[in-house]
């Protein structure tokens, strides 16, 4: 899609970090901005920051967890701007913890409801009519590195990405073999300057209560790892070209290519993976 102006554009964690400044790229674009966030002060924030900048912009309350409330966000969308050019499935949770742990069941079901769940229920719910209306449409799905290699104690977060990433993949092929005219990527960053590591903030009541928080030297070197990252802006920029270039993978980081490849040179060598680098 290489003219962007005047199209509409839904994003979901479009409150804070790379969703935020998504927003604030293609809002700078010309286009209209639909933003979808669990946390209702953030969201009306970046809709002020927006709508100051001359940004056409309106915003939900939407947990993309759940199926009805992304109903809601594509019908909102509709009744807001007419049709959706530009959806990225944003949202994201960050946890991990050790997979033989027995108590951490549903933390590991939230992580992935949110991270997977709520990028299958987005492209459910809003391609059909994007393939309808048949005026150019893209997707982005956000993904990480941790869909492409699996450090330790990061389970959820791993099968949640490695999920989008499968789910990209068989996306952008069936959208080629049917001829929709929808592109698709998917974005994989490593540590981005944003607030993930602070994502239990956002866990259900019901959860938090039954949960421990993690050591604090643990949290301590996410934060560290996370601090030392690229800003949200540099992100942003890379989703823009994908768009309008109509590319498929997002790579953000300068080493991401080398990982990927010495990964898949272990696959092929038939060498185990091993905990090297990581302890």
């Given amino acids: 899609m290489d003219d962007l102006n005047g199209r509409t554009a839904v994003i979901t964690g479009g409150a804070s970090g790379i969703g935020l400044a998504m927003a604030q790229r293609f809002g700078a674009a010309g286009m209209n901005l639909v933003l979808a966030d669990v946390e209702q002060d953030p969201l009306a924030a970046a809709i002020d920051r927006l709508s100051?900048?001359?940004?056409?912009?309106?915003?939900?309350?939407?947990?993309?967890?759940?199926?009805?409330?992304?109903?809601?966000?594509?019908?909102?969308?509709?009744?807001?701007?007419?049709?959706?050019?530009?959806?990225?499935?944003?949202?994201?949770?960050?946890?991990?913890?050790?997979?033989?742990e027995p108590d951490d069941i549903d933390l590991w079901r939230w992580v992935i409801d949110v991270n997977l769940w709520g990028v299958i229920y987005g492209c459910?719910?809003?391609?059909?009519?994007?393939?309808?209306?048949?005026?150019?449409?893209?997707?982005?799905?956000?993904?990480?590195m941790a869909g492409h290699a699996?450090?330790?104690?990061?389970?959820?977060?791993?099968?949640?990405?490695y999920g989008v990433v499968a789910l990209s993949e068989t996306l952008v092929k069936e959208m080629q073999m049917t001829g929709t005219g929808i592109g698709v990527s998917v974005l994989c960053p490593a540590f981005?300057?944003?607030?993930?590591?602070?994502?239990r903030r956002n866990l259900p009541d019901t959860l938090r209560a039954d949960l421990d928080e993690p050591p604090s030297d643990t949290q301590s070197m996410i934060e560290q790892l996370i601090a030392a990252g690229?800003?949200?802006?540099?992100?942003?920029?890379?989703?823009?070209?994908?768009?309008?270039?109509n590319t498929f993978w997002i790579l953000t980081h300068d080493d991401s290519k080398a990982a990927i490849t010495e990964r898949a040179r272990e696959i092929v060598d038939g060498i185990n993976p091993t905990a090297t680098g990581f302890v």
């Fill in 52 to 100: 100051d900048a001359g940004v056409q912009v309106v915003g939900m309350q939407c947990d993309v967890s759940d199926l009805d409330a992304i109903r809601e966000l594509e019908g909102f969308s509709r009744e807001q701007f007419g049709d959706v050019h530009l959806l990225c499935n944003n949202a994201g949770v960050g946890s991990g913890g050790l997979v033989a």
């Fill in 124 to 144: 459910k719910t809003f391609l059909p009519a994007m393939v309808e209306h048949g005026h150019g449409a893209h997707i982005v799905n956000t993904a990480s």
């Fill in 150 to 161: 699996s450090a330790p104690l990061m389970g959820p977060y791993n099968v949640s990405k």
């Fill in 192 to 199: 981005v300057q944003t607030a993930i590591g602070s994502s």
């Fill in 230 to 245: 690229i800003p949200p802006a540099d992100v942003a920029d890379a989703v823009h070209a994908a768009v309008v270039d």
